[in-house]
């Protein structure tokens, strides 16, 4: 379907670009180019990514990752690649940064008990500060519904005040339930999503210059047609 409408996914334009580097004076071209790479999560990389990492880098390169936090579940990742990361690059430092910012002394030692499998790692260490709640929620309305039924106990017993909450949240999906609950909740919120590429307008400008830059797009020409702002019929095609 993508080879049709000569398009290409995420993983396809890492494969074309390592096709590419084959060429000995492209891939020195775009060496000298990027004179040093630096990687950050290091720890979810694929084979490919990993291929494309090799082709482009030697010893001018810089990376950040943590075993740990791997994305296990994604279709091709593996923390191999950021175990043996000296062995492909024999000549770099490994500097280990043992002090965490981030995280709050709670986060810290539930995600150690976590990563150890053990039951007591938390319980035996005295936490001051409010634990961790874990909620399984049936579907998105019930974990809104309770999200919306923490907070106002938080407001009712004084604990915080509304600019002092945050919710963050994963899927864009699910944004739209929690501001429904919110607001029939009479919560004053503010959200910090990028309405700018939601906007219908936006999508429809978008599509219509895919199908201007590639016409064997399907996908985006069938889309512009549907839609009728752009006033495109059967006597236009």
Do not use: C, M
Not at 30 to 44: A, G, H, V
Request: proline share 3%.
């Amino acid at each position: 379907r993508l080879k049709i409408n000569k398009a290409l996914d995420f993983e396809d334009t890492i494969w074309e670009t390592i096709k590419l580097l084959d060429k000995k004076a492209i891939r020195n071209k775009i060496k000298d180019k990027f004179k040093y790479i630096i990687i950050d999560e290091y720890e979810s990389i694929t084979l490919l990514q990993n291929t494309l990492i090799k082709n482009l880098a030697d010893n001018n390169i810089t990376i950040a990752g943590d075993p740990n936090q791997s994305i296990g579940g994604k279709q091709g990742v593996s923390t191999n690649y950021l175990l043996s990361f000296n062995k492909s690059f024999p000549k770099t430092k490994t500097i280990n940064l043992k002090k965490n910012y981030r995280s709050v002394k709670t986060i810290q030692l539930s995600a150690a008990s976590l990563l150890q499998d053990s039951k007591s790692s938390s319980k035996n260490k005295q936490i001051n500060e409010r634990p961790i709640t874990y909620y399984l929620a049936y579907d998105e309305l019930d974990e809104a519904n309770y999200i919306a039924k923490e907070i106002k106990s938080l407001i009712e017993n004084k604990y915080l005040n509304y600019r002092d909450i945050y919710v963050l949240f994963r899927n864009y999906s699910q944004r739209n339930t929690l501001e429904k609950v919110f607001t029939k909740n009479h919560f004053p919120i503010r959200s910090n999503t990028n309405e700018l590429l939601i906007n219908p307008s936006i999508i429809d400008i978008i599509n219509y210059l895919y199908a201007i830059n590639n016409l064997d797009d399907n996908e985006s020409i069938v889309k512009v047609f549907r839609n009728p702002i752009f006033e495109i019929d059967e006597t236009t095609i």
